[in-house]
């Protein structure tokens, strides 16, 4: 049985919780650009534009209850006897309300950071760019979000966790945005068999060893139990 697990997740996990993905029909993203609302450039040129995004996305998450996916993949975690890393794309806090901790590569919603000094603290529900720093006082608060350009954050524990990993999954990510995507080859090279979970084959499907399609509040339980039954 594998004894290290590392779940890599998507957009696509939480879609069914109703936060929309990249590709969603009628989703924020049709009606965003990313280089209006998701890049260092954007924030510095009109910070109250970013805010505003940011603010309606982390309205809409906090409505958000998790789906059986992550429910399947807390209890993954719970009853594993060995570790599972979960790490996670997303920037809602659905792992965490399933009751499973979750590396959160690309940030949270749920916290603020200050530019100016690195600080970060828990989120109010709406933010400005004149918020001052609990820390500092800079006027420099932004969402403790990745934007494109910037570093995801963890990579040394998540290297750590793929290179000694012995079963790699992805759920619900198009692979589409470096360095998650990358992640399969990485988890394959230490020798992981690796397994991508979708709705449908991805660019990198190629990649992976098996591939299990369909919705992942479906798909996902099912994978769990077969994993927690090899036990
Ligand atoms: P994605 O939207 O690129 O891909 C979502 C994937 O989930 C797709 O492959 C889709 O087939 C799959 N999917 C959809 N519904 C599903 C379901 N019910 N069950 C199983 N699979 C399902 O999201 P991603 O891969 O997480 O994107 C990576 C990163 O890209 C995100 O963390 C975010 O930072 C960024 N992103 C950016 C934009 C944008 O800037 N416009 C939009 C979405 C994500
Ligand atoms: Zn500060």
């Given at each position: 049985m594998p004894n290290r697990i590392v779940v890599l997740t998507g957009a696509g996990l939480s879609a069914e919780s109703g936060l929309g993905t990249f590709r969603d029909k009628n989703g924020i993203w049709t009606r965003h650009r990313i280089e209006d609302v998701a890049t260092p450039e954007a924030f510095a040129r009109d910070p109250d534009r970013v805010h505003?995004?940011?603010?309606?996305?982390?309205?809409?998450?906090?409505?958000?209850?998790?789906?059986?996916?992550?429910?399947?993949l807390a209890r993954l975690q719970e009853r594993h006897p060995g570790a599972v890393t979960i790490v996670t794309q997303?920037?809602?806090?659905l792992?965490?309300?399933?009751?499973?901790?979750?590396l959160h590569m690309h940030g949270e919603?749920?916290?603020?950071?200050?530019?100016?000094?690195?600080?970060?603290?828990?989120?109010?529900?709406?933010?400005?760019?004149?918020?001052?720093?609990?820390?500092?006082?800079?006027?420099?608060?932004?969402?403790?979000?990745?934007?494109?350009?910037?570093m995801p954050h963890h990579m040394d524990e998540i290297e750590r966790h793929l290179l000694s990993c012995d079963l790699f999954a992805a759920i619900g990510t198009s692979g589409n945005v470096y360095p998650a995507a990358g992640f399969v080859q990485e988890a394959a090279?230490?020798?992981?068999?690796?397994?991508?979970?979708?709705?449908?084959?991805?660019?990198?499907?190629?990649?992976?060893?098996d591939h299990l399609a369909g919705p992942a509040s479906k798909v996902v339980p099912e994978w769990v139990e077969s994993v927690l039954d090899a036990g």
């Amino acid at each position: 049985m594998p004894n290290r697990i590392v779940v890599l997740t998507g957009a696509g996990l939480s879609a069914e919780s109703g936060l929309g993905t990249f590709r969603d029909k009628n989703g924020i993203w049709t009606r965003h650009r990313i280089e209006d609302v998701a890049t260092p450039e954007a924030f510095a040129r009109d910070p109250d534009r970013v805010h505003a995004f940011y603010n309606e996305r982390r309205a809409q998450a906090a409505g958000a209850r998790p789906n059986p996916a992550h429910e399947a993949l807390a209890r993954l975690q719970e009853r594993h006897p060995g570790a599972v890393t979960i790490v996670t794309q997303n920037v809602d806090a659905l792992h965490e309300r399933a009751g499973a901790t979750a590396l959160h590569m690309h940030g949270e919603l749920a916290r603020s950071t200050c530019a100016a000094c690195g600080h970060r603290w828990t989120a109010p529900e709406t933010m400005h760019p004149r918020d001052p720093c609990p820390a500092c006082a800079a006027q420099a608060t932004r969402p403790d979000v990745v934007w494109f350009g910037e570093m995801p954050h963890h990579m040394d524990e998540i290297e750590r966790h793929l290179l000694s990993c012995d079963l790699f999954a992805a759920i619900g990510t198009s692979g589409n945005v470096y360095p998650a995507a990358g992640f399969v080859q990485e988890a394959a090279r230490a020798g992981a068999r690796t397994v991508e979970i979708n709705l449908e084959p991805t660019d990198v499907s190629g990649l992976f060893d098996d591939h299990l399609a369909g919705p992942a509040s479906k798909v996902v339980p099912e994978w769990v139990e077969s994993v927690l039954d090899a036990g």
